[in-house]
């Protein structure tokens, strides 16, 4: 699906996703990433959200995004465990479906918030 064209291209907005992967700023990723405004990660992650672990966010709580988007991939995945140890270290995290989180971030981006979305293949 595509979202929108790029209008400020100092930050990293996502352009589009689906089952070949998300473009940021043009560039397509077929693998799981980490984004924020001024960085990029990728690879990232494991191939499933059963597989996510607390050593995945290493770079997040280094960064102290005001919150974090989790996209789980193709379905909405709790992992309840993970997330409370990302919230006791100062992370509040927001889970969801991949493509809501890629959508959710453009909005946060266009808000001025310090976002940063740990997405995994749309189609995983």
Same mark, same amino acid.
């Given at each position: 699906?595509?979202?929108?064209?790029?209008?400020?291209?100092?930050?990293?907005?996502?352009?589009?996703?689906?089952?070949?992967?998300?473009?940021?700023?043009?560039?397509?990723?077929?693998?799981?990433?980490?984004?924020?405004?001024?960085?990029?990660?990728?690879?990232?992650?494991?191939?499933?959200?059963?597989?996510?672990?607390?050593?995945?966010?290493?770079?997040?709580?280094?960064?102290?995004?005001? @919150?974090?988007?989790?996209? /789980?991939?193709?379905?909405?995945?709790?992992?309840?465990? !993970? +997330? &409370?140890?990302? =919230?006791?270290?100062?992370?509040? @995290?927001?889970?969801?479906? /991949?493509?809501?989180?890629?959508?959710?971030?453009?909005? !946060? +981006? &266009?808000?001025? =918030?310090?976002?940063?979305?740990?997405?995994?293949?749309?189609?995983?």
């Amino acid at each position: 699906m595509k979202l929108h064209r790029q209008q400020d291209a100092q930050y990293n907005l996502i352009n589009g996703y689906g089952q070949d992967g998300i473009v940021v700023r043009g560039q397509h990723y077929r693998h799981g990433l980490l984004v924020a405004a001024d960085w990029l990660q990728s690879p990232w992650g494991p191939e499933s959200a059963e597989g996510l672990g607390l050593e995945h966010f290493n770079e997040v709580l280094a960064r102290k995004p005001d @919150v974090m988007l989790l996209g /789980t991939g193709k379905k909405q995945h709790f992992p309840l465990q !993970l +997330m &409370a140890a990302l =919230r006791d270290a100062g992370i509040p @995290v927001e889970v969801m479906d /991949t493509s809501a989180a890629c959508r959710t971030y453009n909005i !946060l +981006m &266009a808000e001025d =918030r310090m976002v940063l979305a740990a997405l995994m293949h749309p189609e995983a």
